[in-house]
């Protein structure tokens, strides 16, 4: 099992940033993969960033592309989601998630096998 808690989240006005962090504990040597996903009411769980646990390989949803970025720290077993430039539309609960199993198809949340609880982003017009 891996178990994976996310900090970070507030309540921040437009333009401003914020930096997410997910800690994953238990058979960490287990992952391959994390990413970031954010829930919307009424909305579908949606992919928003991806890194490969060894070579930090990285993908980002359109929307975030250029203002989010993706990092880990092996060492720490967390990995990080800096978010720039915030809109009211990044308002959202953001979610970090494991896969352990190889794939391209990365936005794809049914391939992550493990979930943190959320954390909450609220950004003011």
């Known amino acids: 099992q891996v178990q994976l808690v996310e900090s970070g989240g507030g309540l921040v006005q437009a333009g401003d940033s914020l930096k997410l962090s997910c800690a994953a504990s238990?058979?960490?040597?287990?992952?391959?993969?994390m990413g970031w996903f954010r829930r919307t009411p009424g909305k579908e769980r949606e992919f928003v960033a991806h890194?490969?646990?060894?070579?930090?390989?990285?993908r980002y949803a359109d929307s975030v592309k250029g203002r989010f970025t993706i990092s880990r720290d092996n060492a720490k077993n967390t990995v990080y989601l800096q978010l720039n430039s915030l809109k009211p539309e990044d308002t959202a609960v953001y979610y970090c998630?494991?896969?352990?199993?190889?794939?391209?198809?990365?936005?794809?949340?049914?391939?992550?096998?493990?979930w943190g609880l959320g954390t909450q982003v609220t950004v003011s017009s």
């Open positions: 998630a494991a896969r352990v199993v190889p794939s391209t198809a990365y936005v794809d949340r049914g391939l992550y096998r493990y």
């Open positions: 238990g058979r960490t040597f287990s992952i391959y993969a």
């Open positions: 890194i490969t646990w060894g070579g930090g390989v990285t």
